[in-house]
Nanobody
Framework: VQLQASGGGLVQPGGSLTLSCTASGGTLDYVAVGWFRRAPGKEREGLSCIGSRGSEDSSYYVDSVKGRFTQSRDSAKNTVYLQMNSLKPEDTAIYYC???WGAGALGANEYTYWGQGTLVTVSS
């Protein structure tokens, strides 16, 4: 499975962006998908994960994004989305999606498949 994260860009504080994680060479229906980011000068951080199709209720968010970020699936488009609202300057980072067999997880070392990142810049 090859993944590609897209949808990043420049947004003002308080604004919104929707990131997409699209797969080729396989379906995302049977895997859990996680979102991660790496801010300048910081280590990679796990943000959220969504369970495989039918287990979307097994979704998790870290406290820093809970209530602001929402994940969803579109099986027809083989895509998982990360809707990001109320963005803050500290959300500036390269965002990555990753996939794994089994339940969702927030640890990066638990993921097998990774996509190239997309840059999100939150600035006025």
């Amino acid at each position: 499975v090859q993944l590609q994260a897209s949808g990043g860009g420049l947004v003002q504080p308080g604004g919104s962006l929707t990131l997409s994680c699209t797969a080729s060479g396989g379906t995302l229906d049977y895997v859990a998908v996680g979102w991660f980011r790496r801010a300048p000068g910081k280590e990679r951080e796990g943000l959220s994960c969504i369970g495989s199709r039918g287990s979307e209720d097994s979704s998790y968010y870290v406290d820093s994004v809970k209530g602001r970020f929402t994940q969803s699936r579109d099986s027809a488009k083989n895509t998982v989305y990360l809707q990001m609202n109320s963005l803050k300057p500290e959300d500036t980072a390269i965002y990555y999606c990753a996939a794994r067999w089994g339940a969702g997880a927030l640890g990066a070392n638990e993921y097998t498949y990774w996509g190239q990142g997309t840059l999100v810049t939150v600035s006025s």
